[in-house]
Structures are given as structure tokens and as C-alpha cells.
């Protein structure tokens, strides 16, 4: 699966303005507590996190969005771990730092800070966290050999490497059927991929498991376990498909569609298409959504 047939930088940066408007971030808060804490689990079981851990814990969410794996990891260890832990969350963009922010002080998460910090050069003291944690991020982060090569750098002796990606075979699952019946029942052409990319860069094969094994004991990294794991979210009705899956509209018009043609029908003409649809074919009531997810653990040794 390559990408070498289609560019997809500008449509990787319209989901970063996504994320980063303010009519999106209750919508991603909302996901991340409802949708994608089901995402985040099977990493975080892998990384040793549990309500049975005693040892505290020194832990990086790095390219954290709005926080969803700091959001699990104050849920599932004891307050008496968490008092002894410190946690940092940290993203590049600075509108989701604050978000984050405003949710360390909401939802009272302990002994948290949010910072703005580049994931593939963190400026982090070395070997100084035990956990660090990149979610559904080396797939969209250009470099991601830096990520690797700073994550090993500031975590300690016996320290572990944790990241999410999705596999191939996701292309045919989790919101991707939907929309993509959705878009071929507009009444205009509305171009959408035979299959949608996995990853938006050339560098790697974060869809792989066998690729990203390798890959990550080539980068220093022991024990290496990589696992694909299912997923089910049941989606309560068409508006709240839109509203968690919304973001993907633009993504796809502005990677697949002329500009010619995205002059002549906006992102809010095919949302609203979009949302019709699935209203109608599951007439009015919830369904369930299905997705693969790929977690990634590796132990550093120094």
C-alpha cells in the first residue's frame, strides 16, 4: 500500500485544522471518552497498565489529541499509584494543548501536565519516564523514525515503548463502509478511494505487524509485541456518525476530488448528504461500527 499515486499531505492537514477548531473540540472530547478509550485499551493492557499495578509510573502521551490515553490510564491505576506517578501530556499543536489543559483541571486527572512538544524531538530529559505512549500517530507524523529514535532516548533502562496503528484490513471496516455508500449515493460524482490508505507518509509500513516487529528491533527495542485486536463502538444515530466520523468528509474531498468539484459542492452539502444516508439505511436507530487496531509494545535496555 503505497501513497505514491496520491497526495495526501493536504488532506492530513485538514484534519489537523479539524482538531484544532473550536466548533470540533467538544465533539473529540466526546469521542475520546465514548469511542476511542475502546481503541487505547488493548495498548494500555499491553503496557502493564492495570488497577492491580503498584509501582508508579512516569508517563509520556505524546501526540496526545485530546488526551484519550492519559484519559484511560487516570481511570485504571489507584489513586495511591497515581499520587506517586507524574504524567505529560504533549502535542505539537498548541489549541490541543489547551484542550487537554482545560480537561487536566475539568475532570481533576493527578498529577498531569500538558506541554507543547514536537513527538520526534520532545526535549526530554534522557531516561527520565518509564512509559511512553504514541496513539494512532506513526501513521499521520512525518518521521516517524524520529519519534522512535527520541521515545528510546528519554525512556529509562527497562523503560516501554507503546503505539497504535491501524492494519490493512481496516480499510473495509469501522466508519469507511458507511461513508463510502454514503458518497456513492450522492446525486453528483463524489470520488471516494477503492481503498483508503492506512497511513498518510511513504516512510514505513505501519499497516504491517511483521514490517513493524522488524522494525522496531532494528531501532533498539526489545521484546517487541505487536497484536491486532477487534473493536465494536455501537453508534447511537446518523447525527452522531457525523459528528464523530465528520472530520474523514474533508479528508476525502481534499485527497480525491478535483477543485473544480469541491468548488461546486461543499463539505457541508456532502455532510448533510452524508448524514441522510446512514439515516435512512439504518431508519433511525443505532448501529454497530467494527475496527482493527494494531498495539505496539517494545522494552528499552540500555
Not at 484544532?20 to 497498565?49: D, F, N, R, V
Not at 514490517?211 to 485486536?229: N, S
Request: a negative charge.
Amino acid at each position: 500500500m503505497t501513497n505514491s499515486s496520491v497526495n495526501l499531505s493536504g488532506g492530513a492537514s485538514v484534519l489537523s485544522a479539524h482538531a484544532e477548531a473550536p466548533s470540533s473540540q467538544a465533539s473529540m472530547i466526546l469521542a475520546s471518552k465514548k469511542l476511542m478509550k475502546h481503541a487505547a485499551a488493548p495498548l494500555l493492557k499491553q503496557m502493564g497498565m492495570s488497577r492491580a499495578r503498584t509501582d508508579p509510573v512516569q508517563f509520556l502521551d505524546s501526540a496526545c489529541g485530546t488526551g484519550v490515553v492519559t484519559q484511560e490510564v487516570q481511570g485504571m491505576l489507584a489513586r495511591e499509584v497515581l499520587d506517586k506517578s507524574t504524567f505529560i501530556c504533549a502535542d505539537s499543536s498548541r489549541v490541543l494543548v489547551d484542550v487537554v489543559a482545560g480537561r487536566i483541571q475539568d475532570e481533576a486527572w493527578v498529577n498531569t501536565q500538558a506541554e507543547v512538544l514536537d513527538a520526534r524531538d520532545t526535549g526530554l530529559e534522557e531516561s527520565s519516564l518509564s512509559h511512553v505512549a504514541v496513539a494512532l500517530g506513526l501513521h499521520l507524523i512525518p518521521e516517524p523514525d524520529k519519534v522512535l529514535k527520541d521515545c528510546w532516548r528519554i525512556l529509562k533502562d527497562g523503560g516501554v515503548f507503546g503505539a497504535t496503528t491501524f492494519p490493512r484490513g481496516n480499510a473495509s471496516k469501522f466508519w469507511i463502509p458507511d461513508m463510502r455508500a454514503a458518497f456513492a449515493s450522492l446525486p453528483f460524482d463524489a470520488p471516494f478511494p477503492e481503498e483508503l490508505p492506512m497511513q498518510t507518509h511513504d516512510s514505513g509500513r505501519w499497516y504491517d505487524c511483521e514490517w513493524i516487529r522488524r522494525h522496531l528491533e532494528e531501532e533498539g527495542f526489545g521484546d517487541v509485541q505487536v497484536t491486532v485486536t477487534s473493536g465494536r463502538y455501537h453508534v447511537e444515530n446518523a447525527a452522531e456518525f457525523v459528528r464523530f466520523f465528520g472530520m474523514m468528509i474533508p479528508f476525502i474531498m481534499n485527497t480525491w476530488w478535483s477543485e473544480e468539484l469541491r468548488k461546486e459542492h461543499s463539505v457541508d452539502v456532502v455532510r448533510k448528504g452524508v448524514e441522510e444516508f446512514v439515516e435512512g439505511k439504518y431508519e433511525g436507530k443505532g448501529w454497530d461500527v467494527e475496527w482493527e487496531i494494531i498495539s505496539t509494545t517494545g522494552v528499552v535496555r540500555k
